[in-house]
Protein backbone atom coordinates (compact mmCIF):
# COMPACT_ATOMS: atom_id res chain seq x y z
CA UNK A 1 0.00 0.00 0.00
CA UNK A 2 1.40 3.21 -1.34
CA UNK A 3 -0.56 5.60 1.54
CA UNK A 4 -0.26 4.65 5.14
CA UNK A 5 -1.90 8.14 6.29
CA UNK A 6 0.82 9.20 7.76
CA UNK A 7 2.32 12.44 5.99
CA UNK A 8 5.66 13.10 8.54
CA UNK A 9 8.45 11.75 6.79
CA UNK A 10 6.24 10.62 3.73
CA UNK A 11 8.19 11.04 0.80
CA UNK A 12 5.36 11.36 -1.36
CA UNK A 13 3.75 13.67 0.60
CA UNK A 14 5.23 16.53 -1.33
CA UNK A 15 3.21 16.08 -4.03
CA UNK A 16 0.12 14.10 -2.70
CA UNK A 17 -0.70 17.19 -0.30
CA UNK A 18 -0.50 19.85 -2.84
CA UNK A 19 -2.29 17.25 -5.47
CA UNK A 20 -5.57 16.82 -3.16
CA UNK A 21 -5.43 20.46 -2.02
CA UNK A 22 -4.94 21.72 -6.16
CA UNK A 23 -7.91 19.07 -6.75
CA UNK A 24 -9.96 21.21 -4.65
CA UNK A 25 -9.47 24.31 -5.06
CA UNK A 26 -9.61 23.60 -8.92
CA UNK A 27 -12.59 21.66 -8.93
CA UNK A 28 -14.47 24.96 -7.80
CA UNK A 29 -12.71 27.52 -10.38
CA UNK A 30 -12.69 24.74 -13.76
CA UNK A 31 -15.89 25.39 -15.17
CA UNK A 32 -17.15 24.40 -18.70
CA UNK A 33 -16.99 21.17 -20.15
CA UNK A 34 -13.36 21.45 -21.76
CA UNK A 35 -12.21 22.53 -18.57
CA UNK A 36 -13.46 19.43 -16.86
CA UNK A 37 -11.45 17.17 -19.12
CA UNK A 38 -8.16 20.14 -18.52
CA UNK A 39 -7.81 19.54 -15.11
CA UNK A 40 -8.39 15.79 -15.41
CA UNK A 41 -5.03 15.96 -18.10
CA UNK A 42 -3.17 18.53 -15.29
CA UNK A 43 -4.00 16.40 -12.29
CA UNK A 44 -2.78 13.23 -14.32
CA UNK A 45 0.39 14.83 -15.65
CA UNK A 46 1.78 15.97 -12.72
CA UNK A 47 1.30 12.49 -11.46
CA UNK A 48 3.29 11.50 -14.58
CA UNK A 49 5.67 13.97 -13.91
CA UNK A 50 6.66 12.56 -10.71
CA UNK A 51 6.26 9.35 -11.75
CA UNK A 52 9.38 7.79 -11.33
CA UNK A 53 8.60 6.11 -7.64
CA UNK A 54 6.62 3.42 -10.01
CA UNK A 55 8.59 3.94 -13.48
CA UNK A 56 12.01 4.87 -12.53
CA UNK A 57 13.59 7.75 -13.58
CA UNK A 58 13.53 7.27 -17.98
CA UNK A 59 15.89 9.12 -20.88
CA UNK A 60 12.60 11.06 -22.43
CA UNK A 61 12.11 14.48 -22.15
CA UNK A 62 8.88 16.66 -20.86
CA UNK A 63 7.14 18.92 -23.29
CA UNK A 64 6.46 21.07 -20.32
CA UNK A 65 8.85 23.12 -17.68
CA UNK A 66 9.25 20.54 -15.00
CA UNK A 67 12.73 19.75 -12.67
CA UNK A 68 14.04 16.55 -13.30
CA UNK A 69 16.42 16.87 -9.68
CA UNK A 70 12.63 16.90 -8.48
CA UNK A 71 12.83 13.82 -6.51
CA UNK A 72 10.55 11.23 -8.13
CA UNK A 73 11.36 13.25 -12.19
CA UNK A 74 10.07 10.56 -14.27
CA UNK A 75 12.07 12.72 -17.20
CA UNK A 76 13.97 15.29 -18.35
CA UNK A 77 13.95 19.37 -18.14
CA UNK A 78 14.16 20.57 -21.77
CA UNK A 79 16.03 23.45 -20.39
CA UNK A 80 18.55 21.27 -18.37
CA UNK A 81 18.95 19.48 -21.54
CA UNK A 82 19.69 22.52 -23.35
CA UNK A 83 22.29 23.29 -20.92
CA UNK A 84 23.64 20.41 -20.50
CA UNK A 85 24.10 20.20 -24.56
CA UNK A 86 26.08 23.74 -24.60
CA UNK A 87 28.04 23.86 -20.96
CA UNK A 88 29.05 19.95 -22.01
CA UNK A 89 29.43 20.91 -25.94
CA UNK A 90 26.80 17.20 -26.17
CA UNK A 91 25.93 18.04 -29.57
CA UNK A 92 23.57 15.08 -30.06
CA UNK A 93 21.30 16.13 -26.79
CA UNK A 94 20.04 19.08 -29.57
CA UNK A 95 19.15 16.71 -32.13
CA UNK A 96 16.58 15.02 -29.54
CA UNK A 97 15.68 17.72 -27.87
CA UNK A 98 14.76 19.86 -31.17
CA UNK A 99 12.74 16.41 -32.41
CA UNK A 100 10.57 15.94 -29.69
CA UNK A 101 9.68 19.41 -28.97
CA UNK A 102 9.26 19.82 -32.61
CA UNK A 103 7.24 16.57 -32.98
CA UNK A 104 4.93 17.41 -29.84
CA UNK A 105 4.00 21.28 -30.56
CA UNK A 106 3.59 20.47 -34.41
CA UNK A 107 1.01 18.30 -33.55
CA UNK A 108 -0.20 20.31 -30.64
CA UNK A 109 1.03 23.65 -31.24
CA UNK A 110 1.85 25.31 -27.48
CA UNK A 111 -0.97 23.07 -25.96
CA UNK A 112 1.34 21.39 -22.99
CA UNK A 113 1.27 24.75 -21.12
CA UNK A 114 -2.45 24.96 -21.08
CA UNK A 115 -3.23 21.05 -20.44
CA UNK A 116 -0.11 19.21 -18.85
CA UNK A 117 2.00 21.71 -17.38
CA UNK A 118 2.55 21.18 -13.56
CA UNK A 119 3.61 25.27 -13.47
CA UNK A 120 0.45 26.14 -15.56
CA UNK A 121 -1.66 24.06 -13.21
CA UNK A 122 0.20 26.31 -10.41
CA UNK A 123 -0.70 29.34 -11.74
CA UNK A 124 -4.34 28.53 -12.91
CA UNK A 125 -4.34 28.13 -9.18
CA UNK A 126 -3.36 30.92 -8.24
CA UNK A 127 -5.67 32.53 -10.50
CA UNK A 128 -3.92 35.72 -10.81
CA UNK A 129 -5.31 39.29 -11.82
CA UNK A 130 -5.78 39.99 -14.86
CA UNK A 131 -3.74 43.39 -15.00
CA UNK A 132 -2.55 44.38 -18.84
CA UNK A 133 0.35 46.79 -18.68
CA UNK A 134 1.54 49.37 -21.95
CA UNK A 135 4.97 47.11 -21.00
CA UNK A 136 2.74 43.69 -21.24
CA UNK A 137 4.00 43.31 -24.92
CA UNK A 138 7.62 44.18 -24.57
CA UNK A 139 7.62 42.14 -21.14
CA UNK A 140 6.38 39.00 -23.32
CA UNK A 141 9.77 39.32 -24.50
CA UNK A 142 11.85 38.59 -21.72
CA UNK A 143 11.23 34.77 -22.03
CA UNK A 144 12.73 34.63 -25.59
CA UNK A 145 15.51 36.55 -24.35
CA UNK A 146 15.82 34.24 -21.51
CA UNK A 147 15.86 31.54 -23.85
CA UNK A 148 18.30 32.71 -26.48
CA UNK A 149 20.92 34.04 -23.42
CA UNK A 150 20.80 30.55 -22.30
CA UNK A 151 23.09 28.36 -25.08
CA UNK A 152 25.69 31.31 -25.53
CA UNK A 153 26.07 31.81 -21.27
CA UNK A 154 26.35 27.78 -20.66
CA UNK A 155 29.01 27.64 -23.61
CA UNK A 156 30.66 30.15 -22.28
CA UNK A 157 30.71 29.35 -18.52
CA UNK A 158 30.61 25.74 -19.26
CA UNK A 159 27.90 26.16 -16.09
CA UNK A 160 24.39 24.90 -15.63
CA UNK A 161 23.94 29.17 -15.49
CA UNK A 162 20.30 28.75 -15.42
CA UNK A 163 19.77 26.05 -13.31
CA UNK A 164 21.51 27.55 -10.34
CA UNK A 165 18.64 30.55 -10.19
CA UNK A 166 15.58 28.29 -11.47
CA UNK A 167 12.73 29.40 -9.78
CA UNK A 168 10.54 26.03 -11.28
CA UNK A 169 13.69 24.29 -9.89
CA UNK A 170 13.82 25.84 -5.82
CA UNK A 171 9.92 25.01 -6.04
CA UNK A 172 10.18 21.52 -7.45
CA UNK A 173 13.09 20.35 -6.42
CA UNK A 174 15.02 22.10 -3.27
CA UNK A 175 11.97 22.85 -1.40
CA UNK A 176 10.43 19.24 -1.50
CA UNK A 177 14.40 18.27 -0.93
CA UNK A 178 14.12 20.31 1.96
CA UNK A 179 10.68 19.04 3.20
CA UNK A 180 11.48 15.36 3.11
CA UNK A 181 14.91 15.62 5.18
CA UNK A 182 15.25 18.97 6.65
CA UNK A 183 17.84 18.04 8.89
CA UNK A 184 19.64 16.36 6.21
CA UNK A 185 21.03 19.36 3.83
CA UNK A 186 23.50 22.08 3.99
CA UNK A 187 22.51 24.95 2.05
CA UNK A 188 24.78 26.11 -0.98
CA UNK A 189 25.51 29.78 -2.31
CA UNK A 190 22.67 29.90 -4.84
CA UNK A 191 20.28 28.58 -1.97
CA UNK A 192 19.01 32.59 -1.67
CA UNK A 193 19.40 33.52 -4.36
CA UNK A 194 16.70 30.51 -5.88
CA UNK A 195 14.72 31.33 -3.06
CA UNK A 196 14.29 34.88 -3.99
CA UNK A 197 13.30 33.97 -7.33
CA UNK A 198 10.75 31.27 -6.10
CA UNK A 199 9.63 34.00 -3.87
CA UNK A 200 9.34 36.46 -6.70
CA UNK A 201 7.56 33.66 -9.00
CA UNK A 202 4.98 33.68 -6.21
CA UNK A 203 4.40 37.01 -6.61
CA UNK A 204 4.18 37.47 -10.03
CA UNK A 205 1.46 34.50 -10.59
CA UNK A 206 -0.58 36.32 -8.37
CA UNK A 207 -0.45 39.80 -10.01
CA UNK A 208 -0.54 38.40 -13.29
CA UNK A 209 -2.78 35.56 -14.83
CA UNK A 210 -0.02 33.12 -15.83
CA UNK A 211 2.27 35.60 -15.49
CA UNK A 212 5.27 33.20 -15.56
CA UNK A 213 3.86 31.60 -19.16
CA UNK A 214 3.41 35.11 -20.80
CA UNK A 215 7.36 36.61 -19.49
CA UNK A 216 9.53 34.33 -18.17
CA UNK A 217 8.93 30.60 -19.37
CA UNK A 218 11.75 29.88 -21.53
CA UNK A 219 10.13 26.39 -22.53
CA UNK A 220 6.64 28.39 -23.60
CA UNK A 221 9.04 30.40 -25.45
CA UNK A 222 10.78 27.42 -27.28
CA UNK A 223 7.02 26.19 -28.00
CA UNK A 224 5.41 29.50 -28.87
CA UNK A 225 6.28 29.63 -33.25
CA UNK A 226 4.72 26.21 -33.33
CA UNK A 227 1.39 27.54 -32.67
CA UNK A 228 1.38 29.49 -36.71
CA UNK A 229 1.74 25.59 -37.97
CA UNK A 230 0.72 23.28 -35.10
CA UNK A 231 -2.41 20.64 -36.56
CA UNK A 232 -4.20 21.25 -33.66
CA UNK A 233 -5.79 25.10 -34.24
CA UNK A 234 -7.77 27.32 -32.25
CA UNK A 235 -10.05 28.31 -35.37
CA UNK A 236 -12.22 31.48 -35.40
CA UNK A 237 -15.23 31.43 -37.38
CA UNK A 238 -15.87 35.14 -38.44
CA UNK A 239 -19.38 34.89 -39.26
CA UNK A 240 -20.66 32.95 -36.10
CA UNK A 241 -18.78 35.65 -34.07
CA UNK A 242 -21.09 38.62 -32.24
CA UNK A 243 -18.42 40.17 -31.40
CA UNK A 244 -19.49 40.19 -27.23
CA UNK A 245 -15.53 39.65 -26.73
CA UNK A 246 -15.99 37.60 -23.83
CA UNK A 247 -13.00 35.47 -25.14
CA UNK A 248 -11.19 38.31 -24.63
CA UNK A 249 -12.56 39.09 -21.41
CA UNK A 250 -11.29 35.48 -20.22
CA UNK A 251 -7.99 34.29 -22.06
CA UNK A 252 -5.40 33.91 -19.34
CA UNK A 253 -2.90 35.02 -21.21
CA UNK A 254 -4.26 38.49 -22.09
CA UNK A 255 -4.28 37.67 -26.00
CA UNK A 256 -6.27 39.71 -28.54
CA UNK A 257 -9.01 37.69 -28.75
CA UNK A 258 -10.48 36.45 -31.22
CA UNK A 259 -8.63 38.29 -33.67
CA UNK A 260 -5.34 36.77 -32.42
CA UNK A 261 -6.42 33.09 -32.34
CA UNK A 262 -2.96 31.75 -33.57
CA UNK A 263 -1.25 33.88 -31.47
CA UNK A 264 2.32 31.94 -30.04
CA UNK A 265 1.13 33.09 -26.73
CA UNK A 266 -2.13 30.67 -27.09
CA UNK A 267 -2.17 27.66 -24.71
CA UNK A 268 -4.74 26.17 -26.31
CA UNK A 269 -6.66 26.39 -22.58
CA UNK A 270 -9.61 25.89 -24.59
CA UNK A 271 -11.48 28.86 -22.31
CA UNK A 272 -12.67 30.81 -24.71
CA UNK A 273 -14.26 28.38 -26.35
CA UNK A 274 -16.36 27.17 -23.47
CA UNK A 275 -17.51 30.87 -22.96
CA UNK A 276 -18.40 31.55 -26.71
CA UNK A 277 -21.86 31.87 -26.59
CA UNK A 278 -22.05 31.05 -30.42
CA UNK A 279 -19.49 28.43 -30.97
CA UNK A 280 -17.29 30.90 -32.95
CA UNK A 281 -14.32 29.22 -31.28
CA UNK A 282 -13.28 25.64 -31.69
CA UNK A 283 -10.46 23.11 -31.73
CA UNK A 284 -9.42 21.94 -34.92
CA UNK A 285 -7.11 19.42 -36.51
CA UNK A 286 -6.01 20.64 -39.35
CA UNK A 287 -3.51 19.13 -42.09
CA UNK B 1 -1.50 19.64 -45.93
CA UNK B 2 2.20 18.82 -47.83
CA UNK B 3 3.78 21.30 -46.00
CA UNK B 4 2.48 19.99 -42.00
CA UNK B 5 3.15 16.01 -43.33
CA UNK B 6 6.42 17.50 -44.20
CA UNK B 7 7.50 19.50 -40.68
CA UNK B 8 5.69 16.41 -38.90
CA UNK B 9 7.51 13.62 -40.62
CA UNK B 10 11.00 15.46 -40.01
CA UNK B 11 10.29 15.88 -36.74
CA UNK B 12 9.73 12.32 -36.48
CA UNK B 13 12.99 11.62 -38.09
CA UNK B 14 15.15 13.87 -35.90
CA UNK B 15 13.46 13.04 -32.49
CA UNK B 16 13.74 9.09 -33.72
CA UNK B 17 17.95 10.05 -34.47
CA UNK B 18 18.27 12.02 -31.52
CA UNK B 19 16.93 9.52 -29.64
CA UNK B 20 18.53 6.91 -30.56
CA UNK B 21 21.49 8.14 -29.67
CA UNK B 22 20.97 10.66 -26.66
CA UNK B 23 18.00 8.56 -25.02
CA UNK B 24 20.77 6.99 -22.53
CA UNK B 25 22.69 10.11 -21.80
CA UNK B 26 19.70 11.81 -21.00
CA UNK B 27 18.64 8.73 -18.80
CA UNK B 28 21.65 8.75 -17.04
CA UNK B 29 21.46 12.37 -16.13
CA UNK B 30 17.77 12.66 -15.09
CA UNK B 31 19.15 9.30 -12.90
CA UNK B 32 21.74 11.41 -11.47
CA UNK B 33 20.99 13.87 -8.68
CA UNK B 34 22.89 16.99 -8.68
CA UNK B 35 22.03 18.32 -5.10
CA UNK B 36 24.67 21.04 -5.80
CA UNK B 37 22.32 22.26 -8.83
CA UNK B 38 19.19 22.88 -6.63
CA UNK B 39 21.00 24.63 -4.46
CA UNK B 40 21.13 21.76 -1.46
CA UNK B 41 24.09 19.61 -0.29
CA UNK B 42 23.56 16.22 2.40
CA UNK B 43 25.24 16.51 5.18
CA UNK B 44 27.58 14.10 5.98
CA UNK B 45 29.14 12.17 9.55
CA UNK B 46 32.26 14.11 10.38
CA UNK B 47 34.98 11.23 10.23
CA UNK B 48 36.24 9.26 13.64
CA UNK B 49 37.25 6.01 12.84
CA UNK B 50 36.59 4.09 9.15
CA UNK B 51 33.84 2.05 8.66
CA UNK B 52 33.56 -1.83 8.13
CA UNK B 53 29.88 -2.21 8.09
CA UNK B 54 27.15 0.27 6.48
CA UNK B 55 26.79 3.46 9.32
CA UNK B 56 23.82 4.37 11.18
CA UNK B 57 22.94 6.82 8.83
CA UNK B 58 22.65 4.84 5.75
CA UNK B 59 19.71 3.10 4.34
CA UNK B 60 21.75 -0.02 4.21
CA UNK B 61 22.82 -2.63 6.29
CA UNK B 62 25.52 -5.22 6.58
CA UNK B 63 28.81 -5.02 4.57
CA UNK B 64 28.76 -3.07 1.67
CA UNK B 65 29.01 -4.75 -2.05
CA UNK B 66 31.78 -3.51 -2.67
CA UNK B 67 32.66 -4.00 -6.51
CA UNK B 68 35.27 -6.37 -7.91
CA UNK B 69 37.35 -3.70 -9.22
CA UNK B 70 37.66 -1.68 -5.78
CA UNK B 71 38.31 -4.90 -3.91
CA UNK B 72 40.72 -5.56 -6.26
CA UNK B 73 42.67 -1.89 -6.08
CA UNK B 74 41.96 -1.93 -2.37
CA UNK B 75 44.29 -5.13 -2.27
CA UNK B 76 47.04 -2.75 -3.65
CA UNK B 77 46.48 0.63 -2.22
CA UNK B 78 44.54 3.23 -0.01
CA UNK B 79 41.49 3.07 -2.90
CA UNK B 80 39.73 6.65 -3.53
CA UNK B 81 37.00 7.21 -5.56
CA UNK B 82 35.72 10.57 -6.75
CA UNK B 83 32.31 10.40 -8.30
CA UNK B 84 31.67 13.67 -10.33
CA UNK B 85 28.92 14.98 -12.70
CA UNK B 86 29.03 17.32 -16.07
CA UNK B 87 28.62 20.46 -15.26
CA UNK B 88 28.46 19.83 -11.45
CA UNK B 89 29.93 22.88 -9.83
CA UNK B 90 30.71 21.40 -6.30
CA UNK B 91 32.82 18.89 -7.82
CA UNK B 92 34.37 21.03 -10.31
CA UNK B 93 35.48 23.03 -7.40
CA UNK B 94 36.28 19.93 -4.94
CA UNK B 95 38.54 18.90 -7.98
CA UNK B 96 40.22 22.27 -8.58
CA UNK B 97 40.59 22.50 -4.68
CA UNK B 98 42.50 19.05 -4.46
CA UNK B 99 44.51 20.12 -7.53
CA UNK B 100 45.62 23.13 -5.27
CA UNK B 101 46.54 20.75 -2.62
CA UNK B 102 48.51 18.84 -4.34
CA UNK B 103 46.65 15.99 -4.48
CA UNK B 104 45.55 15.31 -7.83
CA UNK B 105 46.48 16.43 -10.99
CA UNK B 106 45.08 16.58 -14.67
CA UNK B 107 41.28 16.80 -15.26
CA UNK B 108 38.32 15.22 -13.46
CA UNK B 109 37.95 13.45 -16.51
CA UNK B 110 41.60 12.23 -16.92
CA UNK B 111 43.41 12.97 -13.95
CA UNK B 112 45.39 11.03 -11.69
CA UNK B 113 47.28 11.25 -8.31
CA UNK B 114 50.56 13.24 -8.00
CA UNK B 115 53.79 11.95 -6.80
CA UNK B 116 53.83 13.36 -3.20
CA UNK B 117 50.39 10.48 -2.59
CA UNK B 118 51.36 7.95 -5.04
CA UNK B 119 50.22 5.32 -1.91
CA UNK B 120 46.53 6.27 -3.34
CA UNK B 121 44.93 4.36 -6.40
CA UNK B 122 42.63 7.28 -7.78
CA UNK B 123 39.24 6.42 -9.28
CA UNK B 124 37.93 9.54 -11.01
CA UNK B 125 34.38 8.63 -12.24
CA UNK B 126 31.74 10.48 -13.98
CA UNK B 127 29.21 8.67 -12.55
CA UNK B 128 26.07 9.59 -14.91
CA UNK B 129 28.21 8.38 -17.92
CA UNK B 130 30.33 5.66 -16.84
CA UNK B 131 28.68 2.78 -17.26
CA UNK B 132 31.25 0.37 -16.27
CA UNK B 133 31.72 1.98 -12.68
CA UNK B 134 28.91 5.02 -12.17
CA UNK B 135 26.37 2.71 -10.91
CA UNK B 136 28.82 2.09 -7.61
CA UNK B 137 27.88 5.08 -6.50
CA UNK B 138 24.71 3.86 -5.33
CA UNK B 139 26.70 1.52 -2.85
CA UNK B 140 28.67 4.74 -1.37
CA UNK B 141 25.42 6.97 -0.81
CA UNK B 142 23.89 7.65 2.47
CA UNK B 143 20.66 6.74 0.99
CA UNK B 144 21.50 4.89 -2.41
CA UNK B 145 21.22 7.32 -4.52
CA UNK B 146 23.43 9.72 -7.29
CA UNK B 147 24.19 12.54 -5.73
CA UNK B 148 27.61 13.62 -6.91
CA UNK B 149 30.08 14.54 -6.03
CA UNK B 150 30.93 12.14 -3.34
CA UNK B 151 33.81 10.78 -2.09
CA UNK B 152 34.94 7.20 -0.55
CA UNK B 153 38.34 6.51 0.97
CA UNK B 154 39.27 2.72 1.00
CA UNK B 155 41.19 0.42 2.29
CA UNK B 156 41.91 -3.50 2.72
CA UNK B 157 43.92 -5.41 5.74
CA UNK B 158 43.73 -8.84 6.22
CA UNK B 159 40.51 -9.54 4.16
CA UNK B 160 38.45 -6.99 5.59
CA UNK B 161 37.68 -3.43 3.81
CA UNK B 162 37.51 -0.58 5.91
CA UNK B 163 35.90 2.80 4.21
CA UNK B 164 34.53 6.87 4.98
CA UNK B 165 32.43 7.97 2.83
CA UNK B 166 30.66 11.14 2.07
CA UNK B 167 28.33 13.03 -0.82
CA UNK B 168 28.69 16.94 -1.41
CA UNK B 169 31.58 19.04 -1.72
CA UNK B 170 34.71 18.28 0.81
CA UNK B 171 34.10 22.01 2.28
CA UNK B 172 34.28 21.62 5.66
CA UNK B 173 30.66 22.64 5.55
CA UNK B 174 27.80 20.10 7.09
CA UNK B 175 29.87 17.07 8.78
CA UNK B 176 31.82 16.90 5.40
CA UNK B 177 35.79 17.55 5.78
CA UNK B 178 37.37 20.36 3.88
CA UNK B 179 40.64 19.55 1.73
CA UNK B 180 43.62 19.53 4.52
CA UNK B 181 41.28 17.41 6.34
CA UNK B 182 40.31 14.77 3.70
CA UNK B 183 44.34 13.86 2.96
CA UNK B 184 44.56 13.52 7.02
CA UNK B 185 42.24 10.46 6.12
CA UNK B 186 43.88 9.37 3.60
CA UNK B 187 46.78 9.63 5.61
CA UNK B 188 45.12 7.71 8.52
CA UNK B 189 44.17 4.95 5.86
CA UNK B 190 47.93 4.54 4.90
CA UNK B 191 49.54 4.08 8.59
CA UNK B 192 46.51 1.61 9.12
CA UNK B 193 47.08 -0.01 6.50
CA UNK B 194 51.02 0.21 6.66
CA UNK B 195 50.56 -1.01 10.31
CA UNK B 196 48.66 -4.43 9.36
CA UNK B 197 51.18 -5.08 6.57
CA UNK B 198 54.64 -5.05 8.52
Redesign the interface.
Known amino acids: MICNLNCAGCPLAYLCIPLAIGAFIALKRYRGGLQKKRLASQLSFLLISNAAFVF??????YTYFY???SPY?L??CPI??L??AF??R?W?????????I??AC??FGRAACGWACPIGFLQDLAKGRRTKSKLDSKMRLLKYAILLAIPPVCYLT???AY??ICPI??LT??LP??AMDP?????????IP?MINVAGFFILIFLMTRGWCRHLCPVGAMMAQFNK?S?LQLKYYEKKCIKCFKCAGVCPMQINMPYDNRSGECIRCGKCIDICPTNALAFEFR? | ?M???I??V??????????N???????????A???????????AVKFEEFWVEYPDHYNNKGIPPHPDWVVNASKQKVVMLFFWG??C??CERQWEAMKKAGLVKGSEENGSITANFSYIQLFSINAPYDDEKGEAIRIYTPKGDTGTPTTVILFEKNGTIYWYAFS?EANG??GRPDINELINILEKAKEEKYDLQS
Open positions: GATGLICWEAMAGVEHADSYLLVYLAGLGFIIEKLTDGGATYLNGYTFTVFFKILW | MKKAYLAALIIFAAGAIAYDSVKSLNIRCLGCIAMEPKPSEPGEG
